[in-house]
């Protein structure tokens, strides 16, 4: 497994990787974040390719993306983290936040913590996230939804 920048050649293994519907209420597909990473330098949409396949994807935000959650200014949120459906199942999650930090460092040497958030009714990600040592910092309201913040410092 390895994750890596998006570039505009990966939009084809963007168009087909698939989300079931009653995960759309949690995070949005990678074609809409990489809509909303055009003209914003502060997002960084990230794949996680396995045999060639993009298995995952998530857009790592800067600055103002960040900015609501935290007040540290060398902090990176971790957002619309998704597994494609096709590729559930095979602890591809666990994987990926696993590595997260590492990837961070490695990628934004100047960060030093992750935020994240996630819906309350999201049992399965919340138990995911405290098994990797993140911690809820507060709760919040993300598009008309509750959800926690959560953190974790590199």
Do not use: W
Request: hydrophobic share 35%; glycine share 6%; proline share 5%.
């Amino acid at each position: 497994m390895e994750i890596r920048p998006y570039s505009i050649q990966d939009y084809p293994l963007l168009d087909v990787f698939e989300i079931l519907p009653e995960d759309r209420k949690f995070t949005r597909t990678p074609i809409h974040n990489i809509d909303l990473a055009k003209g914003d330098d502060e997002r960084h949409p990230t794949l996680v390719m396995r045999d060639n396949q993009c298995v995952g994807f998530f857009t790592l935000h800067e600055g103002q993306g960040v900015k609501s959650y935290s007040d540290n200014n060398k902090a990176i949120f971790f957002r619309s983290f998704s597994v494609d459906a096709r590729y559930r199942g095979q602890g591809l999650g666990k994987a990926v936040i696993q590595q997260l930090p590492s990837y961070i460092k490695s990628t934004f040497p100047y960060i030093n913590e992750i935020i994240l958030t996630v819906n309350t009714d999201n049992d399965k990600a919340i138990g995911l996230y405290k098994q990797a040592q993140y911690s809820i910092t507060g709760d919040a309201i993300l598009e008309g939804r509750p959800v926690y913040v959560m953190n974790f410092k590199i």
